[in-house]
């Protein structure tokens, strides 16, 4: 039995899915620099005669499914499974595993980052010191750029799961005080608080959204969350730009109700005309989509799927966390 794996997936993971199928392909989508087209991944399965396939970004759709009947699992290296017709492979009874949490680490690092960098001036004042701006004595910066400490600052989450949770951890080196808006996060953190959105809105001097793209978080971040937060206080977005509405933002940033914002997502990707509004903008820290670039992300996938793989392949369960389509299987193996 062969499984296609056209995600990047180290050497280690890939002897470890052998082991468990029998064969391995690998056809990184990195080494055509693109996903694979419809019709290619099609091709693809059907000439490694592939009963499973491991991606991470390919659409995987149900022309795919209807195309390859023999194919048993998808395994998806991504935090969401948004690239896989998910009703389609229930329907033919296909679990869908993924990797819910894989870059984590990498984003609560940039989370960290960004915030002690936009606190501490220092992009700006790296751009004026490199434009030849500093021609008087050391206080002429020192004035300039003085900035303030992450220390025992508090920081309000609006999503707590994988990301805001790990955030979370790493502010605890900070005295920080956390609390989070979570209507699905059922387990007790008795280091953290959980509040209303309203609440964290307006308690926190740094407030970060951590979302999916659902038909109830589109737009659920508007003027009534802006309007209550400090003047003081740093909007965070590393999630989805659509959980945002886009006009109340930009009038906030413009109007200087709040501090500023760190934006590393954006409504057009590549930005167009429309985003560059927010990215131009004096008070705002735009990065482009980079929260999740890290090599190491790529073994945590890895380590996620592969432990899911062999829990279904081995123990014959369904009871995985990582096992997206579970409750609409019928069957074990």
Same mark, same amino acid.
């Given at each position: 039995?062969?499984?296609?794996?056209?995600?990047?997936?180290?050497?280690? !993971?890939?002897?470890?899915?052998?082991? #468990?199928?029998?064969?391995?392909?690998?056809?990184?989508?990195?080494?055509?620099?693109?996903?694979?087209?419809?019709?290619?991944?099609?091709?693809? #399965?059907?000439?490694?005669?592939?009963?499973?396939?491991?991606?991470?970004?390919?659409?995987?759709?149900?022309?795919? /499914?209807?195309?390859?009947? =023999?194919?048993? +699992?998808?395994?998806?290296?991504?935090?969401?499974?948004?690239?896989?017709?998910?009703?389609?492979?229930?329907?033919?009874?296909?679990?869908?595993?993924?990797?819910?949490?894989?870059?984590?680490?990498?984003?609560?690092?940039? +989370?960290?980052? *960004?915030?002690?960098?936009?606190?501490?001036?220092?992009?700006?004042?790296?751009?004026? @010191?490199?434009?030849?701006?500093?021609?008087?004595?050391? &206080?002429?910066?020192?004035?300039?750029?003085? !900035?303030?400490?992450?220390?025992?600052?508090?920081?309000?989450?609006?999503?707590?799961?994988?990301?805001?949770?790990?955030? %979370?951890? &790493?502010?605890?080196?900070?005295?920080?005080?956390?609390?989070?808006?979570?209507?699905?996060?059922?387990?007790?953190?008795?280091?953290? $608080?959980?509040?209303?959105?309203?609440?964290?809105?307006?308690?926190?001097?740094?407030?970060?959204?951590?979302?999916?793209?659902? $038909? =109830?978080? &589109? !737009?659920?971040?508007?003027?009534?969350?802006?309007? @209550?937060?400090?003047?003081?206080?740093?909007?965070?977005?590393?999630?989805?730009?659509?959980?945002?509405?886009?006009?109340?933002?930009?009038?906030?940033?413009?109007? *200087?109700?709040?501090?500023?914002?760190?934006?590393?997502? /954006?409504? *057009?990707?590549?930005?167009?005309?429309?985003?560059? =509004? /927010?990215?131009?903008?004096?008070?705002? #820290?735009?990065?482009?989509?980079?929260?999740? %670039?890290?090599?190491?992300? $790529?073994?945590?996938?890895?380590?996620? @799927?592969?432990?899911?793989?062999?829990?279904?392949?081995?123990?014959?369960?369904?009871?995985?966390?990582?096992?997206?389509?579970?409750?609409? #299987?019928?069957?074990?193996?």
């Amino acid at each position: 039995m062969t499984v296609l794996i056209t995600a990047p997936y180290n050497e280690e !993971g890939r002897k470890e899915v052998e082991k #468990l199928f029998g064969s391995v392909t690998y056809h990184s989508w990195k080494e055509q620099g693109r996903a694979y087209r419809e019709d290619e991944l099609i091709q693809l #399965l059907k000439e490694t005669h592939a009963i499973g396939l491991i991606t991470e970004l390919d659409q995987v759709t149900d022309s795919v /499914f209807a195309s390859v009947p =023999e194919l048993s +699992f998808v395994g998806v290296c991504r935090g969401m499974p948004s690239n896989v017709d998910v009703a389609a492979a229930s329907k033919r009874d296909i679990p869908i595993f993924y990797t819910p949490g894989r870059n984590a680490q990498a984003v609560a690092e940039m +989370f960290i980052g *960004h915030v002690i960098s936009f606190l501490r001036h220092t992009s700006t004042s790296n751009q004026w @010191l490199k434009d030849g701006k500093w021609d008087s004595d050391y &206080l002429q910066a020192y004035a300039k750029f003085k !900035g303030n400490e992450l220390t025992g600052k508090t920081v309000g989450m609006v999503g707590f799961g994988a990301v805001g949770q790990r955030i %979370a951890k &790493l502010l605890t080196a900070f005295d920080c005080k956390v609390k989070y808006y979570d209507p699905y996060v059922q387990d007790d953190h008795p280091l953290y $608080e959980k509040v209303s959105l309203k609440t964290v809105f307006s308690d926190s001097d740094i407030v970060s959204v951590q979302l999916p793209r659902t $038909e =109830e978080t &589109l !737009g659920l971040i508007d003027r009534t969350c802006f309007d @209550l937060m400090k003047e003081s206080a740093i909007f965070v977005n590393t999630s989805r730009a659509v959980v945002v509405n886009r006009e109340d933002l930009l009038s906030v940033l413009k109007e *200087h109700k709040i501090r500023g914002a760190i934006l590393d997502v /954006f409504y *057009h990707e590549p930005p167009e005309k429309s985003d560059y =509004e /927010f990215i131009s903008l004096p008070n705002v #820290l735009a990065t482009p989509h980079l929260a999740g %670039a890290t090599f190491e992300v $790529e073994d945590h996938h890895v380590t996620i @799927l592969n432990k899911a793989l062999k829990r279904w392949k081995v123990e014959k369960t369904l009871n995985i966390p990582t096992l997206y389509n579970k409750d609409e #299987l019928k069957t074990e193996v």
